[in-house]
């Protein structure tokens, strides 16, 4: 569980420029706990995003989550 996101992170996470203004809160959280990785199952708002970091987290698909956990195939 992640508090409400503070300003800097809230920051960082506008300077992405998603789609949808209703996911930077989501993004934002994940950067003001510092998670390693971020995934959404949806490609809508952060698929473009994919294999790139935001503020030191890197963001992946599902499939991508998948890849790195049982490996090539």
Known sequence: ?????????????????????????????????????FFRGGRRAFGALSGSRVADVEILTLRDVWRKSVGPH
């Open 1 to 37: 569980m992640v508090g409400e996101a503070q300003p800097t992170a809230m920051q960082a996470a506008e300077q992405v420029q998603l789609g949808d203004p209703s996911d930077v809160p989501i993004l934002a959280g994940a950067i003001q706990c510092r998670a390693d990785v």
